[in-house]
């Protein structure tokens, strides 16, 4: 069992920058792969960001390439996403997510979520 704890959220400006972490307790996060997903208000969940257990594979929404950056330290069992030139659209709850699949990840049929942390991006 995977528990997943989101942390870093906040109220940012447009144009600033944030770095969520996301900490695995359980198994060791190497042979998962992982995930931000976010929520916006009115809108459904979608994926921003991915990347398979070797690191080798990535994928990002269109909307934040350029913008984010997710990387993972296994070691440490945790996962990051960088965020800069953050804009009001990004406002969400952002969820970090893990499966052993990276196919069953991309698809947001991830086995484990954390409970989120809110991004509020002010104009």
């Known amino acids: 069992q995977v528990q997943l704890v989101e942390s870093g959220g906040g109220l940012v400006q447009a144009g600033g920058s944030l770095t969520l972490s996301c900490a695995a307790s359980?198994?060791?996060?190497?042979?998962?792969?992982l995930g931000w997903f976010r929520r916006a208000p009115g809108k459904e969940r979608e994926i921003v960001a991915a990347m398979d257990r070797s690191g080798g594979l990535t994928y990002y929404v269109h909307s934040v390439k350029d913008r984010f950056t997710v990387t993972r330290d296994n070691a440490k069992n945790m996962l990051y996403l960088q965020m800069n030139s953050l804009n009001p659209e990004d406002t969400a709850v952002y969820y970090c997510?893990?499966?052993?699949?990276?196919?069953?990840?991309?698809?947001?049929?991830?086995?484990?979520w954390g409970q989120g942390t809110q991004v509020t991006v002010s104009s």
């Open positions: 997510a893990a499966d052993l699949k990276y196919n069953d990840l991309l698809g947001a049929r991830a086995a484990y």
């Open positions: 359980g198994p060791s996060l190497h042979s998962f792969a």
